[in-house]
């Protein structure tokens, strides 16, 4: 199991992909930093919520690159430094995407609501399920094993409900930005890549969850695994 040539084979694609999304990320973003916006990130988004009214939802600056969310507990939106104060396309493009999941959780969008509920889960899986799995293999534990895909199942089930809460985001957030005159025609064209761009690194670790649960599906398929390690 440990060094099975298959598993490699399974995620090759997904990880290329990521790596590939990864710098599609990091160039689209160095160049829309590079365009100027009429807002800075905090006052784009705080222009959406208001607009949408949900002057009740804060922002606040947040440490690390690329580290915006929002918080649904709290209402909060935090945005990372670049995006806080960057009077950038890049900055207003993230902004408003993170606003996007404040106006989903207003409207009470029903994948966001699903994501949510499922976080506690997702996170135990991905700490424990790799684990369970590992420890089953080494001590020949069937039960122990399903459980562990049980568990990494979780997590797969939570990025893909996942995926719609940040494709519609990031739709709200260029809808937004063009009907509150935020954003030019010529602008949007830098938002766009920017927010596809991101969107990519969801696909790509969605896919690689999605191919290792269907590596292990496959391998310990058909009962004991004792005749397999």
Request: no cysteine.
């Amino acid at each position: 199991m440990f060094f099975d040539p298959m598993y490699f084979l399974f995620i090759a694609p997904a990880v290329l992909l990521g790596l590939w999304a990864q710098f599609r990320v990091r160039s689209t973003f160095a160049a829309a930093q590079q365009m100027p916006a009429p807002l800075s990130g905090a006052a784009a988004a705080r222009h959406v919520l208001d607009s949408a009214g949900l002057t009740s939802v804060q922002i606040e600056p947040v440490d690390g690159f690329l580290s915006d969310h929002y918080d649904p507990r709290d209402k909060v939106l935090r945005l990372s430094p670049d995006v806080y104060n960057g009077r950038t396309l890049a900055a207003v493009g993230i902004a408003a995407h993170e606003a996007g999941h404040a106006l989903q959780d207003a409207h009470a969008y029903a994948p966001l609501a699903i994501r949510n509920a499922a976080v506690p889960i997702a996170g135990f899986g991905s700490n424990f399920g790799f684990w369970a799995i590992i420890l089953g293999a080494i001590f020949h534990a069937p039960m122990l094993i399903w459980i562990g895909i049980g568990l990494f199942g979780a997590m797969v089930f939570f990025q893909v409900v996942n995926l719609p809460v940040e494709f519609d985001a990031s739709n709200r957030a260029k809808a937004q930005l063009a009907d509150l005159g935020i954003v030019d025609a010529e602008g949007m064209r830098h938002v766009r890549s920017v927010l596809n761009a991101a969107a990519w690194t969801y696909v790509a670790a969605t896919l690689q969850s999605i191919m290792i649960l269907l590596y292990y599906l496959l391998r310990f398929a058909g009962g004991s695994s004792n005749d397999r390690d």
